[in-house]
């Protein structure tokens, strides 16, 4: 028996009925056309959360047309930047408004603490009013010394119709992340969340025409990767896709856009690396590394997957480790002692598990966990935190991304060494560094292939500072300056002044 902290079931209300999610499609909520519904089983509570309508291509296709129309007539990419920014600053304050209705179905529908929910969409309120802040700033270039009859200005204009295809591990935050950046650009579009997580979208649907954005600006369209998610990532209609989610699915979709052409932005998987020098705050490190790993059930992007530890440290910190792995809250979602809920469905616990057993069978140590775990009053599917020791860097299980409380323990001597086993890596989403010498941590910082490095912390994220991956972590960036940028296209506009031009047909 394990000796791990346990939140059983609080017996906490769940909603009466299943929440009822439709299409958002030029302004009208909408079934299928075929009636076709998908249900969502909580994988906490095991009750079915919500009903959506399952969409196919005709539902994309419409939602694609209707984007395009209000994209074309211009009742939203030709208003001021002053009137797109005072709805999006609408939209933040219903999102605040309506902070525990949204959380409850996040937390239900993912299994992810209540706690977390409700952060996760109250912080993407300010990513709303971040967006509304930037709308006013676009500007371009001018150019005024190319001779005095000579005047260029480059402008920055909205790329148009742009899909929006969302995970399910953060369905609200990263859809904030993306769409007022979008909308704050001038482009109009259509949205796919995960048809695990649809719920908090829908709501969105709703406060978006709450708040008086003109219909068909942002359409959204339920249902699976294929055919919808497919659909929105080839027509022709659509001039930019953007997609949050695995890197496999995310190649699919770059080869899907490359037809037409269109601008792909991805935001992908990672294997993030955190290394430990023996001179760094190690107690901190050491709750940095487990928040990093256990934070949404590791179920993260940013998951601090595998540590780098020097040698001489490497037994002592690893057991700090374990044991603050103990203290940490697994269990009821719902109860807001809880730190780490459920594992979003039964293929991705075996695929966790698998992960664990292959790498025990290559001859690591599972020094904590390694099994799912059972919850007291919760019939669903949890599991153990967990530390693999004696791992090598060619197991799967220190290359890949498991997406789940698995951490990895791997040393080095050397600040060489150290990145060279950081960037032995196919992913460069963020990497860390712990130690209180500020030369060791910008070396690191300089030669590490991410698109985030984090120096004696772990996932501190602002609307302000830009995220993306390098490497198959993605392609693009995402919120501050650069987020707004991806969603622009530049055009240059060259103005001769006054009749200066030389004719170049020659008069015989
Ligand atoms: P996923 O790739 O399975 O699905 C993501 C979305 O793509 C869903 O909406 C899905 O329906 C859709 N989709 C599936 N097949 C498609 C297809 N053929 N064409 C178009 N759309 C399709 O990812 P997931 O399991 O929902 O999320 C987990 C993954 O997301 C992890 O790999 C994680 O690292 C990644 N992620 C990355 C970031 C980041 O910012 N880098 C953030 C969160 C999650």
Wanted: charged share 20%.
């Amino acid at each position: 028996m394990l000796d791990l902290t346990l939140i059983p079931s609080s017996n906490a209300t769940l909603p009466a009925a299943p929440f009822r999610a439709r299409h958002l499609i030029d302004g009208r909520w909408l079934d299928s056309s075929d009636a076709a519904v998908t249900e969502r089983v909580s994988p906490s509570h095991g009750v079915v959360v919500s009903r959506a309508a399952k969409g196919g291509k005709p539902e994309a296709e419409a939602a694609i047309a209707a984007a395009r129309r209000a994209f074309d007539d211009g009742r939203w990419s030709q208003l001021s930047a002053k009137e797109r920014a005072a709805v999006l600053l609408k939209v933040a304050d219903l999102i605040e408004a309506n902070v525990e209705r949204m959380a409850l179905l996040e937390t239900l529908e993912s299994g992810k603490p209540i706690t977390q929910a409700r952060g996760e969409v109250s912080g993407a309120a300010d990513l709303w009013r971040y967006a509304a802040s930037l709308a006013r700033t676009l500007q371009g270039d001018s150019h005024n010394a190319l001779g005095a009859d000579i005047l260029a200005v480059v402008l920055k204009e909205p790329i148009g119709v742009v899909s929006i295809i969302t995970p399910w591990n953060f369905p609200f935050w990263i859809l904030s992340q993306k769409l007022p950046f979008a909308l704050a650009a001038g482009c109009t579009c259509v949205v796919k969340p995960s048809e695990l997580t649809p719920s908090t979208t829908v709501i969105l649907g709703e406060l978006l025409v709450e708040a008086g954005l003109p219909a068909g600006t942002v359409n959204i369209v339920l249902g699976l990767g294929q055919p919808v998610g497919a659909t929105l990532a080839s027509d022709r209609h659509v001039d930019m896709v953007t997609f949050t989610g695995s890197t496999a699915v995310g190649k699919g979709i770059a080869a899907a856009a490359s037809g037409t052409l269109k601008k792909v932005a991805l935001e992908l998987g990672g294997k993030n690396p955190q290394v430990i020098f023996p001179d760094a705050d190690l107690e901190s490190a050491a709750d940095a590394v487990v928040f990093g790993v256990y934070f949404n059930v590791g179920q993260c992007c940013n998951s601090g997957s595998r540590i780098i530890v020097h040698a001489d440290i490497a037994e002592a910190f690893t057991a700090r480790v374990v044991e603050l792995s103990r203290q940490v809250a697994f269990g009821d979602p719902l109860d807001p002692a809880t730190q780490v809920g459920a594992i979003v469905s039964p293929e991705h616990g075996a695929k966790i598990d698998a992960y664990v057993a292959a790498a025990r069978n290559a001859g690591a140590t599972v020094a904590l966990g390694g099994q799912p775990l059972t919850i007291p009053g919760l019939a669903a599917q949890f599991y153990q935190p967990t530390v693999v020791t004696n791992v090598t860097p060619d197991m799967p299980i220190a290359r890949e991304e498991v997406f789940g409380p698995v951490l990895t323990v791997l040393t080095f001597r050397t600040l060489e060494e150290a990145l060279t086993l950081v960037n032995d890596a196919d992913y460069g989403l963020s990497a860390g560094v712990w130690s209180e010498n500020v030369h060791t941590c910008l070396s690191f910082a300089r030669g590490a292939q991410a698109g985030t490095v984090w120096t004696n912390t772990w996932m501190d994220g602002f609307p302000e500072v830009t995220f993306g991956g390098v490497k198959q972590s993605g392609l693009g960036r995402e919120i501050g300056r650069y987020g707004l940028d991806e969603f622009t296209e530049i055009k240059s506009l060259v103005m001769r002044i006054g009749r200066t031009r030389t004719p170049w047909v020659r008069p015989r």
